[in-house]
Protein backbone atom coordinates (compact mmCIF):
# COMPACT_ATOMS: atom_id res chain seq x y z
CA UNK A 1 0.00 0.00 0.00
CA UNK A 2 1.34 3.34 -0.97
CA UNK A 3 2.47 4.81 2.63
CA UNK A 4 -0.26 7.96 3.88
CA UNK A 5 -0.42 9.91 6.91
CA UNK A 6 -2.99 8.77 9.48
CA UNK A 7 -5.13 10.14 12.16
CA UNK A 8 -7.91 9.19 14.26
CA UNK A 9 -9.93 12.68 15.05
CA UNK A 10 -11.83 12.11 18.43
CA UNK A 11 -14.96 14.54 17.54
CA UNK A 12 -16.63 15.15 14.47
CA UNK A 13 -15.45 18.96 14.38
CA UNK A 14 -11.68 18.21 14.67
CA UNK A 15 -12.63 15.49 11.76
CA UNK A 16 -14.34 18.28 9.07
CA UNK A 17 -11.47 20.46 10.23
CA UNK A 18 -8.77 18.66 8.97
CA UNK A 19 -10.76 17.78 6.24
CA UNK A 20 -11.47 21.15 5.15
CA UNK A 21 -7.58 22.43 5.88
CA UNK A 22 -6.59 19.42 4.03
CA UNK A 23 -8.86 19.38 1.23
CA UNK A 24 -8.56 16.82 -1.52
CA UNK A 25 -4.93 15.36 0.69
CA UNK A 26 -7.34 13.66 2.72
CA UNK A 27 -9.59 10.59 2.71
CA UNK A 28 -12.31 9.47 5.01
CA UNK A 29 -12.02 6.07 6.57
CA UNK A 30 -15.69 4.65 8.32
CA UNK A 31 -15.15 0.95 8.85
CA UNK A 32 -12.83 0.09 6.20
CA UNK A 33 -14.22 -2.78 4.26
CA UNK A 34 -14.63 -0.53 1.52
CA UNK A 35 -11.71 2.31 1.94
CA UNK A 36 -8.50 -0.31 2.72
CA UNK A 37 -9.19 -1.71 -0.55
CA UNK A 38 -9.33 1.27 -1.95
CA UNK A 39 -6.61 2.31 -0.24
CA UNK A 40 -4.64 -0.60 -1.60
CA UNK A 41 -5.51 -1.02 -4.91
CA UNK A 42 -4.53 2.40 -5.75
CA UNK A 43 -8.22 3.74 -6.19
CA UNK A 44 -7.43 6.33 -4.21
CA UNK A 45 -4.07 8.16 -3.37
CA UNK A 46 -4.32 10.54 -0.19
CA UNK A 47 -1.80 12.08 1.63
CA UNK A 48 -3.85 11.49 4.97
CA UNK A 49 -6.08 9.48 5.79
CA UNK A 50 -8.81 10.36 8.64
CA UNK A 51 -10.43 7.73 10.29
CA UNK A 52 -13.58 8.91 11.84
CA UNK A 53 -13.56 5.25 14.14
CA UNK A 54 -12.53 7.04 17.17
CA UNK A 55 -15.77 9.90 16.93
CA UNK A 56 -17.84 8.73 20.19
CA UNK A 57 -21.25 10.96 19.11
CA UNK A 58 -21.28 9.36 15.82
CA UNK A 59 -21.83 5.90 17.41
CA UNK A 60 -25.10 3.52 18.32
CA UNK A 61 -28.75 3.53 17.43
CA UNK A 62 -31.53 5.82 19.20
CA UNK A 63 -34.92 5.67 19.11
CA UNK A 64 -36.79 9.10 19.62
CA UNK A 65 -40.14 8.64 17.89
CA UNK A 66 -38.01 8.47 14.44
CA UNK A 67 -34.73 5.87 14.13
CA UNK A 68 -31.58 8.16 15.00
CA UNK A 69 -28.54 6.28 13.27
CA UNK A 70 -24.84 7.15 13.66
CA UNK A 71 -23.04 7.34 11.00
CA UNK A 72 -20.55 4.53 12.49
CA UNK A 73 -23.44 2.03 13.48
CA UNK A 74 -22.76 -1.04 12.03
CA UNK A 75 -24.44 -2.69 9.46
CA UNK A 76 -24.50 -5.98 11.48
CA UNK A 77 -25.94 -3.66 14.58
CA UNK A 78 -28.64 -2.50 12.12
CA UNK A 79 -29.27 -6.41 11.77
CA UNK A 80 -29.44 -7.27 15.45
CA UNK A 81 -30.66 -4.42 17.03
CA UNK A 82 -34.36 -5.72 18.77
CA UNK A 83 -35.75 -2.26 18.55
CA UNK A 84 -34.74 -1.71 15.04
CA UNK A 85 -36.32 -5.06 14.25
CA UNK A 86 -39.21 -4.44 15.95
CA UNK A 87 -39.76 -1.11 14.34
CA UNK A 88 -37.86 -0.98 11.36
CA UNK A 89 -37.83 -4.60 9.99
CA UNK A 90 -37.28 -3.42 6.75
CA UNK A 91 -34.16 -1.95 7.17
CA UNK A 92 -32.52 -5.24 9.35
CA UNK A 93 -34.05 -7.70 6.55
CA UNK A 94 -31.74 -5.47 4.15
CA UNK A 95 -28.46 -5.04 6.75
CA UNK A 96 -29.18 -8.51 7.28
CA UNK A 97 -28.12 -9.51 3.27
CA UNK A 98 -25.22 -7.13 2.84
CA UNK A 99 -22.00 -9.22 1.68
CA UNK A 100 -20.67 -11.72 4.50
CA UNK A 101 -20.86 -11.29 8.61
CA UNK A 102 -17.34 -10.34 9.05
CA UNK A 103 -17.74 -6.89 6.47
CA UNK A 104 -21.25 -6.37 8.35
CA UNK A 105 -19.22 -6.48 11.45
CA UNK A 106 -17.08 -3.20 10.27
CA UNK A 107 -18.92 -2.12 7.75
CA UNK A 108 -20.75 1.42 9.27
CA UNK A 109 -24.22 2.59 7.42
CA UNK A 110 -22.34 5.62 7.39
CA UNK A 111 -19.95 4.54 5.13
CA UNK A 112 -22.64 2.84 3.35
CA UNK A 113 -24.55 5.68 2.83
CA UNK A 114 -21.86 7.89 2.12
CA UNK A 115 -20.36 5.54 -0.53
CA UNK A 116 -22.23 5.90 -2.64
CA UNK A 117 -21.76 2.05 -4.66
CA UNK A 118 -25.58 1.49 -6.71
CA UNK A 119 -24.85 -2.71 -5.71
CA UNK A 120 -25.96 -2.96 -2.36
CA UNK A 121 -28.65 -3.11 -0.11
CA UNK A 122 -28.68 -0.76 2.80
CA UNK A 123 -29.00 2.45 0.73
CA UNK A 124 -31.83 0.89 -1.08
CA UNK A 125 -33.67 0.36 2.08
CA UNK A 126 -33.07 3.89 3.53
CA UNK A 127 -34.21 5.12 0.76
CA UNK A 128 -37.58 3.68 0.84
CA UNK A 129 -37.64 4.05 4.32
CA UNK A 130 -37.51 8.02 4.01
CA UNK A 131 -34.42 8.34 5.44
CA UNK A 132 -32.39 11.60 5.87
CA UNK A 133 -28.99 12.44 5.68
CA UNK A 134 -27.16 14.29 8.35
CA UNK A 135 -24.10 16.27 7.32
CA UNK A 136 -21.71 17.88 8.87
CA UNK A 137 -19.28 20.48 8.10
CA UNK A 138 -17.24 23.13 8.98
CA UNK A 139 -19.73 25.44 9.19
CA UNK A 140 -22.70 23.17 11.15
CA UNK A 141 -25.10 20.59 10.21
CA UNK A 142 -27.44 20.19 7.10
CA UNK A 143 -29.73 17.43 6.49
CA UNK A 144 -30.65 15.78 2.52
CA UNK A 145 -32.98 13.30 2.34
CA UNK A 146 -31.47 10.36 1.08
CA UNK A 147 -33.57 10.67 -2.11
CA UNK A 148 -31.95 13.37 -3.79
CA UNK A 149 -28.10 12.93 -1.68
CA UNK A 150 -27.04 10.48 -4.76
CA UNK A 151 -25.95 12.33 -7.50
CA UNK A 152 -24.69 9.37 -9.88
CA UNK A 153 -22.84 6.29 -8.63
CA UNK A 154 -20.32 6.79 -6.14
CA UNK A 155 -20.96 10.31 -5.78
CA UNK A 156 -23.05 12.18 -3.43
CA UNK A 157 -23.90 15.79 -3.02
CA UNK A 158 -21.50 15.42 0.08
CA UNK A 159 -18.82 18.78 -0.50
CA UNK A 160 -15.21 18.93 0.22
CA UNK A 161 -14.69 18.65 3.93
CA UNK A 162 -18.10 17.55 4.92
CA UNK A 163 -18.98 14.12 6.27
CA UNK A 164 -22.32 11.83 6.98
CA UNK A 165 -22.69 12.31 10.65
CA UNK A 166 -25.56 10.49 10.99
CA UNK A 167 -29.31 9.19 9.58
CA UNK A 168 -32.88 9.61 10.85
CA UNK A 169 -35.15 7.62 9.72
CA UNK A 170 -39.11 8.62 10.24
CA UNK A 171 -41.45 7.14 12.53
CA UNK A 172 -43.51 4.35 10.82
CA UNK A 173 -47.04 4.50 10.53
CA UNK A 174 -48.92 1.85 12.18
CA UNK A 175 -50.14 -1.13 9.74
CA UNK A 176 -46.63 -0.85 7.57
CA UNK A 177 -45.11 -3.30 6.21
CA UNK A 178 -41.69 -3.63 4.51
CA UNK A 179 -39.32 -6.23 2.48
CA UNK A 180 -36.38 -6.19 0.93
CA UNK A 181 -35.83 -8.97 -1.07
CA UNK A 182 -32.71 -9.28 -3.22
CA UNK A 183 -31.36 -11.84 -6.11
CA UNK A 184 -27.95 -12.75 -6.56
CA UNK A 185 -25.98 -14.98 -8.91
CA UNK A 186 -24.16 -16.90 -6.04
CA UNK A 187 -20.49 -14.75 -6.38
CA UNK A 188 -18.73 -14.66 -3.07
CA UNK A 189 -18.99 -10.83 -2.63
CA UNK A 190 -22.87 -11.19 -2.68
CA UNK A 191 -23.97 -8.18 -4.29
CA UNK A 192 -26.80 -7.87 -6.07
CA UNK A 193 -27.88 -8.89 -9.42
CA UNK A 194 -31.19 -6.59 -8.60
CA UNK A 195 -32.89 -5.81 -4.80
CA UNK A 196 -36.48 -4.11 -4.35
CA UNK A 197 -37.10 -2.06 -1.08
CA UNK A 198 -40.87 -2.02 -0.70
CA UNK A 199 -42.58 -0.29 2.30
CA UNK A 200 -46.65 -0.69 2.25
CA UNK A 201 -49.31 0.75 4.43
CA UNK A 202 -52.61 -0.36 4.42
CA UNK A 203 -56.33 0.70 6.39
CA UNK A 204 -57.17 -2.56 8.53
CA UNK A 205 -60.86 -1.61 7.89
CA UNK A 206 -60.78 -2.54 4.37
CA UNK A 207 -57.28 -4.18 4.18
CA UNK A 208 -57.06 -0.83 0.99
CA UNK A 209 -53.28 0.08 0.01
CA UNK A 210 -52.74 3.85 2.09
CA UNK A 211 -49.31 4.59 0.82
CA UNK A 212 -46.62 2.63 -1.29
CA UNK A 213 -43.11 2.83 -2.11
CA UNK A 214 -40.99 0.75 -3.81
CA UNK A 215 -37.11 1.41 -4.58
CA UNK A 216 -34.64 -0.72 -6.70
CA UNK A 217 -31.09 -0.98 -6.12
CA UNK A 218 -28.14 -2.17 -8.60
CA UNK A 219 -31.27 -0.48 -11.03
CA UNK A 220 -29.35 2.57 -12.16
CA UNK A 221 -26.77 4.97 -11.18
CA UNK A 222 -28.51 6.00 -8.00
CA UNK A 223 -31.05 3.99 -5.91
CA UNK A 224 -34.07 4.16 -8.40
CA UNK A 225 -37.60 5.15 -6.90
CA UNK A 226 -40.21 3.29 -8.78
CA UNK A 227 -43.06 6.38 -8.76
CA UNK A 228 -45.68 4.02 -10.23
CA UNK A 229 -46.16 2.42 -6.95
CA UNK A 230 -47.93 5.11 -5.62
CA UNK A 231 -50.58 3.77 -8.29
CA UNK A 232 -51.07 1.32 -5.67
CA UNK A 233 -52.57 3.55 -3.24
CA UNK A 234 -56.76 3.24 -2.91
CA UNK A 235 -57.34 0.01 -4.72
CA UNK A 236 -57.06 -3.20 -3.22
CA UNK A 237 -53.32 -3.81 -4.21
CA UNK A 238 -54.37 -7.49 -5.49
CA UNK A 239 -51.83 -9.83 -7.09
CA UNK A 240 -52.68 -8.80 -10.90
CA UNK A 241 -52.37 -4.85 -10.34
CA UNK A 242 -48.85 -5.72 -8.72
CA UNK A 243 -47.87 -7.47 -11.42
CA UNK A 244 -48.70 -4.75 -13.75
CA UNK A 245 -46.81 -2.54 -11.06
CA UNK A 246 -44.09 -4.51 -10.91
CA UNK A 247 -43.66 -4.59 -14.82
CA UNK A 248 -43.51 -0.86 -14.76
CA UNK A 249 -41.97 -0.31 -11.98
CA UNK A 250 -38.94 -2.35 -14.04
CA UNK A 251 -39.27 -0.14 -17.05
CA UNK A 252 -38.82 3.01 -14.99
CA UNK A 253 -35.01 1.27 -13.60
CA UNK A 254 -31.97 2.07 -15.74
CA UNK A 255 -29.95 -0.56 -15.36
CA UNK A 256 -26.36 -1.13 -16.75
CA UNK A 257 -24.50 -4.64 -18.29
CA UNK A 258 -21.95 -5.96 -16.23
CA UNK A 259 -20.34 -9.33 -15.02
CA UNK A 260 -24.19 -9.75 -13.06
CA UNK A 261 -26.17 -9.62 -16.36
CA UNK A 262 -27.88 -7.89 -19.16
CA UNK A 263 -29.64 -5.44 -19.23
CA UNK A 264 -32.85 -7.37 -20.70
CA UNK A 265 -31.99 -9.63 -17.66
CA UNK A 266 -31.57 -7.45 -15.02
CA UNK A 267 -34.96 -5.92 -15.98
CA UNK A 268 -36.81 -8.99 -15.60
CA UNK A 269 -34.78 -9.87 -12.53
CA UNK A 270 -36.20 -6.61 -11.09
CA UNK A 271 -39.60 -7.15 -12.33
CA UNK A 272 -39.35 -10.27 -9.71
CA UNK A 273 -37.75 -8.57 -6.82
CA UNK A 274 -40.32 -5.85 -6.73
CA UNK A 275 -43.31 -8.23 -7.35
CA UNK A 276 -41.70 -10.24 -4.17
CA UNK A 277 -40.82 -7.27 -1.93
CA UNK A 278 -45.01 -5.75 -2.44
CA UNK A 279 -46.58 -9.28 -2.15
CA UNK A 280 -44.36 -9.39 1.09
CA UNK A 281 -44.97 -6.18 2.61
CA UNK A 282 -48.52 -6.05 1.89
CA UNK A 283 -48.77 -9.41 3.89
CA UNK A 284 -47.15 -7.90 6.48
CA UNK A 285 -49.12 -4.69 6.77
CA UNK A 286 -52.20 -6.73 7.04
CA UNK A 287 -51.44 -9.36 9.80
CA UNK B 1 2.78 5.16 14.47
CA UNK B 2 2.49 3.50 17.58
CA UNK B 3 -0.09 0.94 17.82
CA UNK B 4 -1.18 -0.64 21.44
CA UNK B 5 -3.20 -3.82 21.00
CA UNK B 6 -3.90 -8.14 22.71
CA UNK B 7 -2.57 -10.69 20.50
CA UNK B 8 -3.90 -13.94 21.73
CA UNK B 9 -3.87 -12.99 25.10
CA UNK B 10 -0.48 -10.75 25.03
CA UNK B 11 -0.55 -6.82 24.93
CA UNK B 12 1.96 -5.14 22.66
CA UNK B 13 2.85 -1.75 21.63
CA UNK B 14 4.15 -1.79 18.28
CA UNK B 15 5.66 1.15 16.23
CA UNK B 16 4.11 0.30 12.72
CA UNK B 17 3.55 2.08 9.19
CA UNK B 18 0.29 4.09 8.74
CA UNK B 19 -0.45 1.89 6.01
CA UNK B 20 -0.08 -1.56 7.55
CA UNK B 21 -3.29 -3.64 7.90
CA UNK B 22 -3.97 -5.73 10.31
CA UNK B 23 -3.21 -8.90 8.44
CA UNK B 24 0.23 -7.21 7.53
CA UNK B 25 0.30 -6.57 11.31
CA UNK B 26 -0.06 -10.79 11.72
CA UNK B 27 2.00 -12.59 9.46
CA UNK B 28 4.61 -9.61 9.03
CA UNK B 29 5.40 -8.05 12.37
CA UNK B 30 4.44 -11.25 15.03
CA UNK B 31 5.27 -14.05 12.41
CA UNK B 32 1.51 -15.66 13.02
CA UNK B 33 1.26 -17.22 9.72
CA UNK B 34 -1.81 -19.04 10.61
CA UNK B 35 -3.84 -16.31 9.47
CA UNK B 36 -4.12 -16.71 5.83
CA UNK B 37 -3.69 -14.03 2.74
CA UNK B 38 -5.56 -14.40 -0.52
CA UNK B 39 -8.67 -12.12 -2.02
CA UNK B 40 -7.07 -8.66 0.09
CA UNK B 41 -10.82 -7.61 -0.45
CA UNK B 42 -13.05 -8.84 2.98
CA UNK B 43 -14.33 -11.45 0.49
CA UNK B 44 -13.17 -14.87 1.03
CA UNK B 45 -12.55 -15.30 4.43
CA UNK B 46 -9.31 -16.60 4.27
CA UNK B 47 -7.47 -13.67 6.95
CA UNK B 48 -10.95 -13.95 9.24
CA UNK B 49 -9.56 -13.57 12.82
CA UNK B 50 -11.43 -12.20 15.82
CA UNK B 51 -11.45 -8.70 17.47
CA UNK B 52 -13.37 -7.76 20.68
CA UNK B 53 -14.73 -11.54 19.78
CA UNK B 54 -16.00 -10.23 16.15
CA UNK B 55 -14.82 -11.93 13.17
CA UNK B 56 -13.40 -9.36 10.85
CA UNK B 57 -11.85 -9.36 7.41
CA UNK B 58 -7.79 -8.90 8.82
CA UNK B 59 -6.68 -7.69 5.08
CA UNK B 60 -9.32 -5.11 5.43
CA UNK B 61 -8.27 -2.82 8.57
CA UNK B 62 -5.41 -0.93 9.14
CA UNK B 63 -3.29 -1.17 12.30
CA UNK B 64 -4.79 2.24 13.43
CA UNK B 65 -8.48 0.61 13.82
CA UNK B 66 -7.37 -2.06 16.11
CA UNK B 67 -6.07 0.55 18.56
CA UNK B 68 -6.86 -0.80 22.10
CA UNK B 69 -8.76 -4.58 20.44
CA UNK B 70 -8.10 -7.56 21.70
CA UNK B 71 -7.69 -9.73 18.62
CA UNK B 72 -7.43 -13.57 18.66
CA UNK B 73 -6.07 -15.58 15.91
CA UNK B 74 -5.69 -19.70 15.20
CA UNK B 75 -2.39 -19.73 17.03
CA UNK B 76 -4.13 -18.50 19.80
CA UNK B 77 -7.24 -20.55 19.81
CA UNK B 78 -4.52 -23.68 20.08
CA UNK B 79 -4.05 -24.76 23.36
CA UNK B 80 -0.53 -25.76 24.31
CA UNK B 81 -1.10 -29.21 23.69
CA UNK B 82 -3.96 -31.16 22.14
CA UNK B 83 -6.32 -29.01 19.15
CA UNK B 84 -9.30 -26.94 20.54
CA UNK B 85 -12.82 -28.82 19.78
CA UNK B 86 -13.69 -26.99 17.20
CA UNK B 87 -10.42 -27.68 15.50
CA UNK B 88 -10.81 -31.42 16.67
CA UNK B 89 -14.30 -31.37 15.18
CA UNK B 90 -12.71 -30.19 11.86
CA UNK B 91 -10.30 -33.35 12.02
CA UNK B 92 -12.52 -35.72 12.58
CA UNK B 93 -15.39 -34.89 10.10
CA UNK B 94 -12.95 -34.69 7.09
CA UNK B 95 -13.29 -30.74 7.52
CA UNK B 96 -10.22 -29.31 5.52
CA UNK B 97 -8.60 -30.76 2.37
CA UNK B 98 -5.75 -28.31 1.41
CA UNK B 99 -6.67 -26.69 4.42
CA UNK B 100 -5.88 -22.54 3.48
CA UNK B 101 -9.48 -21.46 4.27
CA UNK B 102 -9.33 -24.03 7.62
CA UNK B 103 -7.69 -21.54 10.18
CA UNK B 104 -10.86 -18.72 9.34
CA UNK B 105 -13.16 -20.97 9.12
CA UNK B 106 -12.25 -22.20 12.70
CA UNK B 107 -12.28 -18.77 13.95
CA UNK B 108 -15.82 -17.67 12.50
CA UNK B 109 -17.15 -21.18 13.97
CA UNK B 110 -16.13 -19.86 16.99
CA UNK B 111 -17.69 -16.49 16.39
CA UNK B 112 -20.82 -18.08 15.54
CA UNK B 113 -20.69 -20.49 18.50
CA UNK B 114 -19.77 -17.42 21.43
CA UNK B 115 -23.30 -15.81 19.80
CA UNK B 116 -25.28 -18.65 19.04
CA UNK B 117 -24.31 -22.23 21.59
CA UNK B 118 -27.03 -23.62 19.23
CA UNK B 119 -27.63 -23.17 15.78
CA UNK B 120 -29.48 -24.90 13.35
CA UNK B 121 -28.08 -25.99 10.60
CA UNK B 122 -30.07 -23.03 8.11
CA UNK B 123 -28.31 -20.66 10.76
CA UNK B 124 -24.76 -22.17 10.23
CA UNK B 125 -25.08 -22.35 6.49
CA UNK B 126 -25.87 -18.73 6.55
CA UNK B 127 -23.39 -17.33 8.97
CA UNK B 128 -20.37 -19.63 7.69
CA UNK B 129 -21.62 -19.14 4.05
CA UNK B 130 -19.37 -16.02 3.64
CA UNK B 131 -16.48 -17.87 4.12
CA UNK B 132 -14.99 -19.30 1.08
CA UNK B 133 -13.19 -23.26 0.69
CA UNK B 134 -11.85 -23.27 -3.06
CA UNK B 135 -11.33 -27.21 -2.44
CA UNK B 136 -15.52 -26.63 -2.26
CA UNK B 137 -15.40 -28.90 1.00
CA UNK B 138 -18.48 -27.42 2.42
CA UNK B 139 -20.36 -30.68 3.46
CA UNK B 140 -17.49 -31.79 5.65
CA UNK B 141 -17.18 -28.14 6.81
CA UNK B 142 -21.44 -27.97 7.72
CA UNK B 143 -20.39 -31.80 9.01
CA UNK B 144 -17.84 -30.29 11.51
CA UNK B 145 -19.82 -27.41 12.84
CA UNK B 146 -22.36 -29.49 13.76
CA UNK B 147 -20.39 -31.84 15.22
CA UNK B 148 -18.44 -28.53 17.30
CA UNK B 149 -22.24 -27.57 18.31
CA UNK B 150 -22.98 -31.37 19.27
CA UNK B 151 -20.18 -30.77 21.87
CA UNK B 152 -20.59 -27.76 22.31
CA UNK B 153 -21.61 -28.09 26.29
CA UNK B 154 -18.15 -30.23 27.20
CA UNK B 155 -16.23 -26.97 26.29
CA UNK B 156 -16.18 -23.27 26.82
Redesign the interface.
Known sequence: ??????I?PASVAEAVGVLNQRGEDAFV?GG??AA??M??LGVVRPEL?V?L?GIEEMRGLQRNGGLRIGALASI?SLELDDGVRAAYPLLAEAASQV?????R??ATVGGAVAYGEPQTDTPTALTASGAVVRIAGVSGERSVPLDGFYVGPYETVLEQGEIVAGIDVPEQQPHTGGAHVKFTVGS???KPVANASALVTVDPSSGACTAARVVMGAAGPVPVVANVASGLVGGEASAERIKEVAAAAAEEADPIEDLRGPEWYKRRILRIVVERALTCALQRART | ?NVTLTVNGETLSLDV???T?LLDLLRDRLSLHGTKEYC??????AC?VLADG????S????A??V?GADVLTIEGLTPDEGLHPIQQAFVDNFGLQCGYCTPGMIL?AK?LLDENPAPTREEIIR?M????CRCTGYAGILRSVEAAVKERGSWS
Open positions: MRPFEYRLGSVVLRVDGRANVRVNVPEN | MPPSTHSGVCGTKAVSCSMLGQELAYGGNI
